[in-house]
């Protein structure tokens, strides 16, 4: 049986601004962390306290991401792998085995199975579910200081009606996915 499991998750597909996050999450069994779910079905609050838990309690984690540059280069899906990869590559434990959430699998050295729904089901995809979805709110709550009038803190660069219209009247920026259809039509007009 593997002796370190990792989950592995990632947020930030759909949003026309800002990088794609994935998280791999060794969680230790002889500390458990309680209320792990998908991210999107906690509340705000409940998902930063379980934040610091998961860190304070995991064998390890890991953050990595793909930029929009890379993004609008090789495409979402595999800025989403990528990204993942990175991830599990920068775990200071090394994970003998991964479970990730969805129906994909990014290169890694060690064994991997996908698993649909796996942030619901699964700790340790729920667990990088949440450290992956912090961490890109977090970041996207700064980048909203950078680039105001987008509304980034609210919609999280996510194709609201409000982040539509505020894109029409200020333009692209430099976080904006050049390769997502309503910024490519902007950059067109």
């Not at 996908?114 to 340790?124: E, H, K, N, S, Y």
Request: glycine share 8%; net charge negative; proline share 5%.
């Amino acid at each position: 049986m593997p002796e370190f499991i990792c989950g592995v998750d990632e947020v930030g597909r759909g949003p026309l601004a800002g990088p794609v996050v994935a998280a791999a999450v060794i969680l230790d069994p002889h500390n458990p962390v309680d209320g792990l779910n998908d991210s999107k079905k906690l509340s705000e609050k409940h998902r930063e306290q379980l934040y610091v838990e998961i860190q304070e309690k995991a064998l390890a984690w890991c953050v990595g991401r793909a930029e929009v540059e890379e993004i609008d280069t090789i495409n979402i899906l595999q800025a989403s792998l990528l990204a993942m990869r990175r991830a599990v590559e920068g775990l200071l434990l090394s994970p003998d085995h991964a479970l990730v959430d969805g129906n994909r699998l990014p290169r890694l050295s060690c064994t991997a199975e996908a698993i649909v729904g796996g942030d619901g089901l699964v700790d340790c995809i729920g667990a990088a579910s949440i450290v992956a979805k912090v961490t890109r709110d977090r970041e996207m709550i700064e980048l909203d200081a950078v680039y105001p009038g987008y509304g980034f803190a609210r919609h999280k660069g996510y194709p609201t009606k409000m982040h539509l219209q505020a894109l029409r009247q200020q333009g692209v920026s430099e976080i904006h996915r050049r390769s997502f259809a309503p910024v490519r039509r902007l950059l067109k007009e």
